[in-house]
């Protein structure tokens, strides 16, 4: 460290090395993190240094933006005045010059417990008055060891004592006193004992402009949830997040100085926001502001620190506003471009505008009149009138769902943009999602990818004669097949088209038709030079198909050498010829008999009643014996 120190004061520096390790070693030069000082940023008071998961390799590059901790991560850096020491400002439960150590304070040690073997106070879940635990709500005992309303903790809000935030009955209720506990009072769509199933009816079962969607899958145990703005969450939006203001006010997410992303979810499906702080900016909605943190933290203009010890920027670059000098309101780009090349910035107070010409719109003039040639709107929008502060009247494109951009030439978030082929040789480009797309046909051509309100996705809708289908349009005529529950066009590897007025299976290689079902079976269905599946004794087996054996045969048939096709048995084959053989000797003998040995027999019959012998006779013959012998002289029997 003394040497690095003496080669900066008389050298200057080399690399970051030369810095402490801490600071960028620019021309010669160390630029010294918020919170150090000195030509070699040796004087670090607040023991900055590199957050956790960040190499110092990072200082190398000029124009990175490393992320510093303060404090031993239990404390906050602050200075009073512009040249004044940085002080640490310890959190609750810490001590010491850097917030090195737990206090020792008598008034801390019955509340001190361990999470997770670190030392905390109150189990995180209170804070320490007075030498004993002030519980938060949702928790009692001596240290707050109880745990009422389902709470979850959400690590990414944490307060001035090092205690989480916590979620308490599922965002759908208020955790109430009961007895020495507490329970969950549920808001109205809410049930359960946690407030864990909701179910919303309209979007007036929404807070703050959420919109209500029924649901196939369950979020939690609800069959329905609400779909939040930006910066509120919960089921039904109750509750806000990354500092959205809840009265309707138009009110900046991360006091306009970050973005807010979201950082997890709960078990029932509550999103949870966290805000990423523009550079300079810190605190849970990036409301603090340390503007010497980094060289650029000005954003061109000059940190200073009021007499109050607030810091904030001065002499900020033309039409740049705000507390770090970053509102730009007039979209200024950095090779000078305002409003886009399309207006004139004016100064308005604290603030500035863009004043557009003629056919342009928009807070820097970046939105086109859909009514001047050339902007029209496109895939279905509809150019509708407006009236704006930046220009009296224009007009601008509200885009059907699925569709985005100025002029509604670009895809919502999860829809990609795909070509339509049709049958008149005709084609345009269409917003589609993966739920409509088959073999890279969106809807087979034959229908629209369409949002549906009611389960919240996209579908095709069909034209007339057609039916959706797995991602596709068919016609009513193409065959189907059932496998493994599942409805298959054409069976497997193939496509139904259209071949003048019919329409049939194509099969693609390795595949082939059922002469007699018209479905595409794998070609190992099939025996050498047959048209039938399995020979059309035997079902394909879909999941052995790619091996041999694949043809499960009937009764009556055996399977080939190769499994690919079904024979009759030899069996079966000695029963085709026996059976037609035993047929044609029974009709043979019957026909001898008839024809030959009866009549003989009635002869017989005849010439003994002639002669008048008495003789036993067959009832069958009594007609022709009643012929002979008249009804009075019938022979006895």
Avoid at 342 to 361: E, L, P, Q, W
Wanted: include cysteine; aromatic fraction near 8%.
């Amino acid at each position: 460290m003394l040497v690095s120190l003496l080669l900066a004061l008389c050298l200057g520096c080399v690399s970051h090395l030369d810095c402490s390790n801490i600071g960028k070693c620019i021309d010669g030069v160390c630029q010294c993190p918020f919170g150090t000082s000195g030509p070699a940023c040796a004087d670090n008071p607040c023991h900055a240094r590199l957050a956790d998961g960040q190499s110092s390799t990072i200082l190398k590059d000029p124009d990175s933006t490393p992320v510093y901790s303060f404090c031993n991560a239990h404390g906050i850096c602050k200075r009073t005045t512009s040249d004044g020491d940085y002080t640490c400002d310890c959190l609750h439960g810490y001590e010491g010059l850097t917030c090195d150590r737990l206090s020792t304070h008598d008034d801390h040690e019955n509340c001190r417990t361990y999470t997770d073997g670190e030392p905390t106070y109150c189990n995180r879940r209170g804070r320490c008055v007075e030498n004993h635990c002030e519980c938060y709500v949702g928790f009692s005992g001596d240290k707050c060891q109880d745990s009422y309303c389902d709470a979850t903790p959400n690590e990414h809000y944490v307060d001035a004592f090092g205690n989480p935030q916590w979620l308490l009955c599922n965002a759908g209720g208020e955790c109430v006193p009961n007895g020495d506990g507490y329970i969950c009072s549920c808001r109205h769509n809410f049930e359960g004992e946690f407030c864990q199933s909701f179910t919303c009816h309209s979007a007036s079962n929404c807070h703050n402009g959420g919109s209500c969607f029924y649901s196939s899958s369950e979020i939690g145990e609800s069959q329905s949830h609400c779909v939040c703005r930006e910066g509120f969450f919960g089921l039904d939006c109750y509750y806000n997040m990354c500092g959205a203001s809840s009265s309707g006010e138009d009110t900046p997410l991360c006091s306009g100085s970050g973005r807010c992303v979201i950082s997890g979810n709960t078990a029932t499906g509550v999103a949870l926001g966290t805000c990423e702080c523009n550079t300079g900016h810190y605190g849970s909605f990036c409301e603090t502001f340390n503007c010497d943190v980094t060289r650029d933290a000005c954003n061109g203009g000059m940190c200073i620190v009021d007499a109050h010890g607030a810091m904030r920027c001065i002499n900020c670059p033309e039409f740049r506003y705000g507390l770090d000098c970053a509102m730009n309101p007039c979209g200024i780009t950095d090779d000078g471009t305002i409003c886009n090349g399309y207006g004139t910035c004016v100064d308005d107070g604290d603030t500035a505008k863009c004043n557009c010409h003629s056919g342009r719109m928009g807070e820097t003039c970046n939105v086109p009149d859909c009514l001047s040639s050339g902007n029209e709107c496109q895939h279905g929008g509809v150019c509708v009138g407006v009236m704006t502060e930046r220009s009296v009247t224009g007009s601008t494109c509200e885009c059907p769902r699925g569709y985005a951009g100025i002029l509604c030439e670009s895809c919502e978030s999860g829809l990609e943009m795909h070509t339509q082929y049709f049958e008149n040789g005709t084609s345009h480009k269409v917003c589609a999602a993966a739920s409509c797309i088959f073999d890279g046909d969106v809807c087979s051509n034959r229908g629209n990818c369409t949002h549906n309100s009611l389960s919240d996705r996209f579908e095709c809708v069909c034209e007339a004669g057609f039916q959706s289908l797995n991602q596709q349009c068919i016609h009513a005529s193409c065959p189907t097949l059932e496998h493994a529950g599942v409805t298959q066009v054409c069976g497997m590897g193939g496509k139904c088209t259209q071949e003048g007025d019919s329409w049939s299976c194509s099969c693609g290689n390795g595949y082939q038709k059922d002469s007699k079902s018209g479905i595409c079976w794998p070609s190992a269905c099939f025996g050498p030079g047959q048209n039938r599946v399995c020979g059309g004794g035997g079902e394909c087996d879909l999941n052995a198909y790619t091996w041999s054996n694949a043809c499960n045969c009937r009764f009556g048939y055996t399977r080939s050498a190769g499994g690919s096709t079904c024979l009759i048995s030899n069996a079966t084959i000695a029963l085709s010829i026996a059976v037609p053989l035993l047929v044609l000797l029974g009709v043979g003998a019957f026909c001898i008999y008839w024809f030959v040995f009866r009549p003989r027999e009635h002869r017989k019959l005849l010439s003994a009643a002639a002669r008048g012998k008495g003789q036993a006779v067959r009832l069958n013959d009594a007609d022709e014996i009643r012929a002979v012998f008249g009804e009075g002289n019938r022979p006895t029997i």
